[in-house]
């Protein structure tokens, strides 16, 4: 019984590069959670997905950042044209349905060079 | 806009020494209240999770108390061990925040043998 999975593990770009983020819910899981964790700091809501629906985008940055969760595979975090402070682990959680607890992902760590 | 505030930010003691971590937060209308634990390069383990209902949960050497009111929580371990080395992560769930967590800036706490 699997847990969220999260890929890569870490990841590193150049400023101005794309960078992919991977989740993979628990099984029976449709909710899924992006969190931001900068360093030294804690860790911050980005965006809230049920399959195919984004539910709150409230902590997502306007710009550059996007999400998605397809009916069909994991969901995914885009960032383009990153930039140095994009630096930061970013965890996935999700749940069954709404309001039940969140299960994390080990999370990605992404570096900027 | 709910903010969570957590004390000591590090704490080290050594092994067998009950200790309690702080966890406030400044919008008494939660939902529920978590405490995780997060290993350096990990993800988040769930510890106990306290309905806005209730007053405390136990596991094993861990209590947790909340006092929705004042907006307070407490984890309190019991003789601790090197093994509860961690960074310790309070989390609330507003009742209207959808789901998603606001997290403290966590407790590093270091048990010396």
């Known amino acids: 019984n699997a847990g969220v999975m999260q890929n890569p593990r870490h990841l590193v770009r150049r400023r101005g590069q794309e960078a992919r983020l991977r989740c993979s819910p628990m099984k029976g899981h449709s909710h899924v959670y992006w969190y931001r964790q900068l360093p030294e700091e804690g860790l911050k809501f980005m965006v809230y997905l049920q399959k195919e629906n984004i539910i709150d985008e409230s902590g997502m940055p306007k710009e550059r950042f996007s999400a998605e969760f397809p009916k069909e595979g994991p969901s995914i975090l885009r960032i383009q044209q990153v930039v140095r402070g994009d630096s930061a682990a970013y965890f996935c959680a999700s749940s069954p349905e709404s309001g039940l607890p969140q299960h994390f992902g080990d999370g990605t760590r992404l570096s900027i060079l | 806009k709910q903010e969570v505030t957590q004390i000591p930010a590090a704490l080290s003691v050594p092994e067998g020494e009950n200790l309690v971590l702080n966890c406030s937060f400044t919008?008494?209308?939660?939902?529920?209240l978590q405490w995780f634990r997060q290993d350096p390069g990990k993800g988040l383990t769930s510890l106990l999770l306290?309905?806005?209902?209730?007053r405390e949960q136990t596991s094993g050497r861990l209590n947790a108390s909340l006092d929705k009111s004042s907006g307070r929580s407490t984890l309190y371990i019991a003789a601790s061990q090197p093994g509860d080395s961690a960074t310790y992560l309070c989390a609330v769930r507003a009742n209207n925040a959808g789901n998603m967590l606001t997290f403290g800036g966590g407790t590093r706490l270091m048990v010396k043998p």
């Open positions: 919008d008494s209308a939660i939902y529920n």
């Open positions: 306290i309905q806005s209902s209730q």
